[in-house]
Nanobody
Framework: QVQLVETGGGLEQAGGSLRLSCAVS????????MGWFRQPPGKEREFVAD????????NYADSVWGRFIISRDNAKNTVYLQMNSLKPEDTAVYYC???????????????WGQGTQVTVSS
């Protein structure tokens, strides 16, 4: 059974930082591309960042470029999202996802986590 479990969400002030983690089990992690997505209140889910199998390629949404960093540790079956210089508009439920193919900025991933809430206060 494939499981993706996000942790690290919470309440942070604008300008602060949070680090999200996504622990993956039930699949060969190193053979899967990983992505982070978010769904702001009242809006559709949107792409945030993705990373290739070994971590050599990354891709970011314009809205987070230069502030967020995606990384992965294949030995720990975990993908991370370091979020810096947080803004109130970063408030959303954040989801990680896994897919067999690395297709930058695509959203049709095979597997999804349950999400973790990030709230940024002004």
């Amino acid at each position: 059974q494939v499981q993706l479990v996000e942790t690290g969400g919470g309440l942070e002030q604008a300008g602060g930082s949070l680090r999200l983690s996504c622990a993956v089990s039930g699949l060969s992690f190193a053979n899967f591309a990983m992505g982070w997505f978010r769904q702001p209140p009242g809006k559709e889910r949107e792409f945030v960042a993705d990373i290739s199998y070994g971590g050599g390629r990354t891709n970011y949404a314009d809205s987070v470029w230069g502030r967020f960093i995606i990384s992965r540790d294949n030995a720990k079956n975990t993908v991370y999202l370091q979020m810096n210089s947080l803004k109130p508009e970063d408030t959303a439920v954040y989801y990680c996802a896994a897919d067999q193919f690395y297709r930058p900025s695509r959203s049709d991933y095979d597997y999804w986590g349950q999400g973790t809430q990030v709230t940024v206060s002004s």
